[in-house]
């Protein structure tokens, strides 16, 4: 491939990876003006599902005719409403790692769904990703007793996250015949419907409010928002689609770097050296699976 050939399509993947990882910081704003993270989610993402449908209303025909893509739907609704709640509420730097497990929970379900046989290399990649995660979440200051497990809300939407990712790309992988265009609906309409009603019901429980009235604040910063998920999306589509699929998870990497700066120079994020070493490990094991 030329220098021309790989730099646009890096360009386009890195700007995706750029979106999600600062993504933590608007979300903020827009609870911080009254707007709950699932609210926000299931009204961007709404806000997106209307503008493929514009752009290309035989998506939802290609959408119900594959029914696998339902399972997509599932996925990515939980993987954004999770994700998205998470940064919002918790430690940045911490949430990334922890939903940057994927390549373990990946190794499962492609063995599942794909029938990929468990080779050397990939249960190499789970237990890096899994020493990872014991030193991500062992407890600060208590003994070899303490378990590593999850310890709040912000790190269970994190692993769960991490889970239903890898879900996603399994299904995007298994169903990667289908129209582009079916597949990002697929995703968007995920987004919008397991945020609403997540939203909604929780919102019915007491434990969510309301959104807010409306107000040109937080109405335009949404807009904004679902106007950056979009081209994120076509500009993943697009470099995705030029480049090997090994240079692609490489550059979708990034994420974790954007979102660990980002979170660190704002102070919705520390780094500690336990930290570092466990995020290390879950990082080379994607890169491991980038190798893969």
């Known amino acids: 491939m030329t220098r021309h050939a790989v730099l646009w399509p890096a360009l386009a993947l890195s700007f995706n990876a750029f979106t999600w990882g600062v993504s933590w910081w608007p979300f903020r704003q827009l609870q911080a003006a009254g707007l709950h993270p699932l609210w926000a989610t299931a009204l961007i993402y709404t806000a997106t599902v209307l503008a493929i449908t514009l752009w290309r209303p ?28 998470a940064v919002t509420i918790g430690d940045v730097v911490r949430i990334v790692l922890l939903f940057y497990l994927m390549p373990l929970w990946a190794v499962l379900l492609a063995r599942v769904l794909l029938h990929e046989p468990l080779t050397p290399l990939a249960l190499l990649r789970v237990v890096l990703a899994l020493a990872g995660a014991a030193i991500v979440l062992w407890p600060a ?32 992988r298994r169903e990667a015949h289908r129209p582009e265009a079916a597949r990002a609906l697929a ?13 909604t019901g929780l919102t019915l429980q007491g434990s969510v409010p309301l ?45 974790v770097l954007f979102a660990s ?22 990082i080379g094991a994607s890169l491991l699976a980038a190798r893969g």
């Open 211 to 255: 959104p807010p009235p409306l107000a040109p604040g937080w109405v335009l910063g949404a807009l904004a928002l679902a106007l950056a998920f979009l081209v994120g999306n076509l500009a993943l589509q697009y470099g995705a689609a030029r480049l090997p699929a090994n240079i692609t998870a490489v550059v979708m990497i990034s994420e």
């Open 261 to 282: 700066l980002s979170a660190v120079l704002l102070g919705a994020g520390s780094v500690t050296p336990a930290l570092l070493l466990g995020g290390a490990l879950i």
């Open 141 to 172: 200051g208590q003994g070899p007793a303490a378990l590593p497990v999850p310890r709040n809300l912000p790190e269970w939407l994190a692993v769960l996250g991490g889970f239903s990712f890898a879900l996603n790309n399994v299904m995007l």
């Open 58 to 85: 035989v998506a939802w025909r290609d959408l119900w005719r594959a029914r696998p893509l339902w399972v997509l739907v599932l996925a990515a609704g939980i993987t954004n409403a999770t994700f998205n709640w």
């Open 187 to 199: 995703m968007f309409l995920g987004g919008a419907v397991v945020a609403g009603v997540l939203a």
